[in-house]
């Protein structure tokens, strides 16, 4: 059992809403594991039936050993490390410029903000000034790539729980963002459009009409989504009252993004310990208060209507910086402008130099943390002072949202399963990184 | 802020604007409770493990070699210009703590330890250390003590070694050729 505080916490910001159910459902000894009781496993006729590694709804290669009593799940445990990489281990090896390639690859569903993150602790470390276009397209492209990352959870999730409709009209927005991320960087996804101190390139032109017509086009698109899912008989069968999780269980369990706002915890990194421009941008935190799997996409839903308005925002300021600089003119960092290589010595030295030996990051050790649309995105860098990071370390949110898997499913029918992981949202490149 | 108060406290470092304390292995539980029911630090976000073997020597950005005996370090000006700060042991374990309230404080919370010393469990203070500390054991080799099931969990359970240590090699799996048998 674990130790619990003296006095138990006051319900107080950011908790909100009454309690979902009394106590805590943490299995005890081990937190991720549910055990089959003594009782039942003499009493019952326990089946225990693998759940993947290789099946359609587990996200990837999860692997779930589940103990069925009837059709009612009374164990479980979760298998990971199918799609372990050495992400960390190839970092290592790499220069700082070269290695921001990796973070992307890690959770390939938001590339765009695990690029950032890793970037974010290179200039953290380098004490970096970022020029306010590079921060404001940062943002934007963040936005873009939350919207996509959501697009992907709500159509995979709903189709699932049989909503296969779902699946072709989310991937059709997400063809719409795919194709801007194309525009900017020339890649769909995995972009490395951001470098140590800015962007890669300049915003190229025709961008921002194309931008202002998906934000305009992308409400409507949500209503379409709710008009199918919200009120629909099936879906609200499956998904209220499903995979339960408390304000305190989410905490204690290190839960974060819309896990934790759909468990009643007002807690978002944007607004908590505003990054790049989202002090200067106006949204609202969605947060519901019953933590189960129904709210859990109300919450996506929500967000991907607020991070709509974000990127309208952003696209007003940034279509008054036409010609401002995009990257730091820190030339120790930066690779010069192109044609300056034809005329200026010293520029070649710096390009020859960054290119080939990479940039030196002074010592140091940092945490950046960023709400990535899975929630917490840590990453952990030390640096010995020379061109290559030291250790790398990214705190994954969907390894810890699948932490949660065990104490969701208390109750659960072998039906609510898939419902419950589906909810939970993990990416398996980033749990095995 | 001074965090002489904590128990097992040893010493705290502030840099880049994040704050570091570290405290005696062996008091960590009771430093992890006090931090979290005093201090209000509810939030484990991370635990993180670093090797600095071969801190500070020449060529060190990177590793230390593979099995082949190839320095990839060669050729190249990859040496380091200014010597790093020794760090007082081989391995640091870094617990990255929040606080849910406003202006969102973070602390690291760090210990110090020699290859094979143990690192007490603080599953039961924050449940989701579980899968944290046995990726620590697993890709690291710490000895978390006290941790109700520390089995592997992202390589396989008959993997020998830890992958993220510095003397671990690189270079790919040797392959066996069947002229060699």
Redesign the interface.
């Given at each position: 059992m674990a130790i619990a505080p003296e006095k138990p916490r006051a319900r107080e910001w950011p908790l909100v809403g009454p309690p979902i159910y009394e106590g805590s459902r943490i299995p005890s000894p081990i937190p991720t594991v549910l055990r089959v009781s003594d009782e039942l496993r003499e009493a019952g006729d326990i089946l225990q039936v693998n759940f993947g590694p290789n099946h359609p709804s587990m996200h990837g290669v999860l692997r779930l050993v589940v103990d069925l009593n009837g059709e009612e799940v009374v164990g479980l445990a979760a298998v990971i490390g199918y799609l372990h990489t050495g992400f960390e281990k190839n970092m290592e090896q790499k220069t700082w410029w070269k290695a921001i390639t990796y973070p992307e690859r890690i959770d390939y569903v938001a590339f765009q903000n695990n690029e950032y993150v890793f970037v974010a602790a290179i200039e953290k470390l380098l004490g970096m000034e970022i020029p306010p276009k590079a921060v404001w397209m940062r943002t934007l492209l963040c936005e873009l790539n939350r919207i996509h990352s959501h697009l992907i959870w709500l159509g995979t999730s709903g189709l699932e729980l049989g909503a296969i409709s779902m699946f072709w009209y989310a991937f059709r927005e997400r063809e719409q963002i795919l194709d801007l991320f194309e525009l900017v960087a020339g890649y769909r996804m995995h972009t490395r459009y951001f470098q140590a101190g800015g962007l890669a390139e300049d915003v190229p032109r025709g961008f921002y009409p194309e931008c202002r017509k998906f934000v305009e086009w992308m409400p409507k698109a949500i209503d379409d989504y709710e008009a199918m899912l919200s009120r629909n008989e099936i879906w609200l069968e499956r998904t209220k009252g499903i995979g339960l999780l408390s304000a305190e269980d989410a905490i204690a369990l290190g839960q974060s993004g819309p896990v934790l706002r759909a468990s009643g915890v007002d807690w978002d990194l944007r607004k908590a310990q505003p990054y790049l421009a989202y002090d200067q941008v106006d949204f609202r935190v969605p947060v519901y208060t019953h933590g189960d799997v129904y709210d859990r996409y109300r919450v996506h839903i929500d967000e991907m209507r607020q991070s709509t308005r974000i990127v309208a925002q952003c696209l007003d300021v940034l279509e008054g910086m036409e010609g401002e600089p995009w990257i730091s003119d820190d030339r120790k960092v930066v690779l010069p402008p192109r044609e300056e290589l034809h005329t200026s010595m010293e520029s070649l030295i710096h390009h020859f130099k960054i290119v080939t030996e990479g940039y030196r990051v002074p010592e140091g050790e940092v945490y950046v943390a960023i709400e990535a649309p899975r929630g917490e995105m840590g990453c952990y860098v030390v640096s010995d002072g020379g061109p290559r990071p030291w250790r790398v370390k990214f705190r994954g949110s969907s390894f810890v949202a699948l932490e949660a898997t065990a104490t969701c499913m208390r109750n659960a029918l072998v039906a609510d399963l898939i419902a419950i992981v589906g909810s939970l949202d993990t990416v398996m490149g980033e749990v095995d990184r | 802020m001074s965090w002489e108060h904590v128990p097992g406290y040893m010493g705290e470092q502030h840099?880049?604007?994040?704050q570091?304390v570290v405290v005696e292995p062996k008091q960590l539980v009771e430093a992890a409770?006090h931090l979290?029911?005093e201090e209000g630090f509810?939030?484990?976000?991370?635990i993180?493990?670093?090797?600095y073997l071969g801190?500070?020597q020449k060529g060190?950005?990177?590793?230390i070699g593979t099995v082949t005996g190839r320095d990839?370090n060669r050729p190249?000006?990859?040496?380091?210009?200014?010597m790093?700060?020794l760090k007082p042991k081989r391995f640091s374990v870094?617990y990255?703590l929040?606080a849910?309230?406003?202006?969102?404080p973070?602390l690291?919370l760090q210990v110090w330890i020699e290859d094979g010393e143990p690192v007490p469990s603080l599953?039961?203070?924050?449940?989701?250390a579980?899968?944290h500390e046995r990726e620590a054991y697993d890709?690291m080799g710490i000895r978390i003590e006290g941790h109700?099931?520390l089995a592997?969990?992202?390589?396989?359970d008959d993997w020998e070694g830890h992958?993220?240590r510095k003397d671990?090699p690189?270079g790919g799996e040797p392959v066996r050729f069947s002229s060699d048998e």
């Open positions: - | 840099a880049h604007g994040e570091t409770l979290r029911d509810s939030f484990l976000a991370d993180a493990t670093a090797d801190w500070g060190v950005a990177g590793y990839l190249g000006s990859q040496g380091l210009q200014t790093p700060e870094s990255h929040l849910l309230r406003p202006g969102a973070r690291r599953v039961e203070v924050w449940p989701t579980d899968w890709l109700p099931n592997r969990i992202l390589m396989d992958p993220l671990y690189i």
